[in-house]
């Protein structure tokens, strides 16, 4: 079988989260009058492969952007920046606030502890949810 994006893309492997080490050159670090600091990459990277894990939509990088509009939101809503982007993202307000704040939270929580699912990798670059794939037999000359 052969696997398949929804838009006909073939699906090229599972998408994943690697750690590594960005090597620095010796001699190449300054420090900047802010306390923060530059430097040189020397030009390789050291990949930790014992921590790869395959990508899911419920993980730190896909909940992220959830959990942070919630959170905006919750505190344009107190402060009364009734024109704040994560604010009018929610849609129709309610009376009291902390009805607002409470389904802000709610919701955003629902979506980071929901159901976990793999991600996958399409030869267009596209990332798909495991249950979005399309299996083809090998002789189907069909795709999606």
Do not use: C
């Amino acid at each position: 079988m052969r696997a398949f994006a929804p838009n006909g893309s073939p699906i090229l492997g599972t998408l994943e989260r690697l750690s590594g080490r960005a090597e620095v050159s010796e001699d190449s670090w300054t420090k900047n009058q802010d306390g923060t600091v530059d430097f040189e990459y020397q030009g390789g990277t050291e990949i930790f492969y014992d921590d790869q894990e395959t990508r899911q939509t419920n993980d730190d990088v896909a909940t992220y952007p959830v959990l942070k509009t919630a959170l905006e939101a919750i505190v344009a809503r107190i402060k009364g920046e009734w024109d704040h982007p994560a604010l009018k993202a929610t849609g129709p307000l309610r009376t009291p606030t902390t009805d607002d704040v409470l389904a802000f939270a709610e919701n955003a929580l629902a979506t980071a502890s929901g159901p976990t699912v793999r991600l996958f990798l399409s030869e267009d670059g596209n990332e798909w949810p495991e249950d979005q794939i399309v299996l083809i037999e090998d002789d189907d000359e069909e795709v999606p």
